[in-house]
């Protein structure tokens, strides 16, 4: 039977890059309803008749630690690549910014979590005018989930989160029909961390860490919603 919400029983022993400690609570298939499964779950489910891939919300992920990013994957990334932003002259104010990517020091952009607030100060930033575009953003931000939760561009912390923990979330992926993380079909992925006025930190998909990277260049987004728990 489907799991409920408080159920954790470490699913993956994969590790995040930050202290060799297991941070990966659980992977699990999001029902649109809110039902968790894992993978076995699932595909147990479907034999049965009683889930179809359509009733897939996405697959939600849960770390100990961090209380505040449980998050939702979309099954899929965008069908194309696109830039962060075509201007590369302006610091957007109120995005989580920092010249670190080392995974031992905690302002480094793997420690950046807040994904929906960067999110909205960079579109925020294009209604003021401040910037003239952001289609990473703007394409996270119009991603709607099949439970109506609207997505966002998720931060580096959340993002970089995913290769460590590949194993336990792609067994997800793979039984919904969902997209792989970390696999070089899509081999860079926006992120909402800023490094400066015209760079970034985006994902390249055999690192644990964000890449500072130009915010012209054109790179896959997938967009994450928030987690409830």
Known sequence: GSLTVEITDFYSNATLSFSGTTYLEWARIQHVDGTLYTAEEWLAAEEAGTVTDADANGVAVKYSKWTSCPHVIHPNYSTSTMQWSSNTSV????????????????TSC?????????????????????????????????????????????????????????????????????????????????????????????????????????????YYVRAVCALSI
């Not at 561009?153 to 993380?181: H, Y």
């Open 91 to 106: 610091t957007v104010s109120e995005v989580y910014t920092t010249v670190n990517f080392s995974t031992s020091v905690n």
């Open 110 to 218: 793997n420690y950046d979590i807040a994904g929906k607030a960067n999110t909205d100060a960079i579109l925020a930033a294009v209604t003021a005018g401040t910037i003239a575009d952001a289609p990473a953003a703007q394409w996270a931000s119009q991603v709607v989930f099949s439970d109506g939760s609207q997505g966002y561009l998720p931060a580096a912390g959340e993002v970089c989160a995913w290769a460590s923990n590949k194993t336990a979330i792609n067994a997800c992926m793979d039984a919904i029909g969902g997209d792989q993380v970390g696999v070089s079909t899509w081999n860079y992925t926006w992120t909402s961390t800023q490094q400066a006025s015209s760079r970034t930190w985006p994902w390249y998909y055999t690192e644990t860490y964000g890449i500072n990277l130009l915010k012209t260049n054109d």
